[in-house]
């Protein structure tokens, strides 16, 4: 079976740095997904990790440790904007599993 | 229109009613998925269909019937739906390898807000 495991909701003030943690088991495991979805949108590809270590785009990295099970999102400088749901999904077996996802929460 | 598209962004339904959602996609790509969202549960993939052809059915309760006529094009037929079936339905598609690996990059429609009463 699969299993993902993110924390509900965050907050974090504006300009600060946060840390969104997936864990995960997975019987088959392709790679690890981080998607955006704002309230009332579609969920937004942010990154992909395949191999074990720090992705970096822009604000936003991304980290895997597949012997752990574990990737983080980290979220530099935020904005306003990044007020959202962050999804993370593992793939196995050509099928994505998502998590429930974590609120964030950015205060001025 | 780009990327992809979903018609209706909102739909109102009684449980003996028979309705049809749609989802279009101008990526070129070669698999689509259909996708529940509920409220505080993650989102349980229903439906994928690879090169037009249904290869996954995850358990879904046949009141939900899934066409895929072409490529860009995926349909989910709904009929005699009940209340706790109401929840936003997201359409996805990505291009896919006939070989082991993927699922690849998925891009999402803006979903059908569905309210069953």
């Known amino acids: 079976g699969q299993n993902i495991d993110q924390p509900t909701e965050m907050t974090a003030t504006e300009g600060a740095i946060v840390q969104i943690n997936c864990t995960y088991q997975?019987?088959?495991?392709?790679?690890l997904f981080w998607y955006q979805q704002h309230a009332g949108e579609a969920p937004t590809f942010l990154s992909y990790?395949?191999?074990?270590g720090l992705e970096e785009k822009g604000r936003f990295s991304s980290f895997l440790s597949r012997s752990k099970g574990y990737s983080y999102l980290l979220l530099k400088e935020l904005q306003m904007k990044d007020s959202a749901s962050y999804l993370c999904a593992v793939t196995g077996f050509q099928k994505l599993v998502f998590g429930t996802g974590t609120r964030l929460l950015v205060s001025p | 229109e780009t990327g992809v598209t979903q018609t209706p962004r909102h739909l109102v339904m009684g449980m003996t009613n028979k309705k049809s959602l749609k989802c279009e996609q101008h990526?070129?790509?070669?698999?689509m998925y259909w996708y529940k969202q509920s409220a505080k549960k993650p989102l349980e993939l229903m439906f994928v269909?690879?090169?037009?052809?249904?290869?996954e059915n995850n358990s879904v309760p046949s009141r939900f019937s899934p066409e895929c006529p072409n490529s860009s094009h995926l349909f989910l037929h709904l009929h005699t739906l009940q209340p706790e079936d109401s929840a936003l339905y997201l359409c996805?598609?990505?291009?896919?390898?006939?070989?082991?690996?993927?699922?690849?990059?998925?891009?999402f429609g803006p979903g059908t807000r569905l309210t069953v009463t």
């Open positions: 990526l070129g790509h070669n698999a």
């Open positions: 269909y690879n090169f037009k052809e249904q290869t």
């Open positions: 997975t019987s088959g495991f392709n790679g």
């Open positions: 990790n395949v191999l074990d």
């Open positions: 996805a598609s990505s291009q896919e390898g006939r070989l082991a690996g993927g699922p690849y990059e998925q891009y």
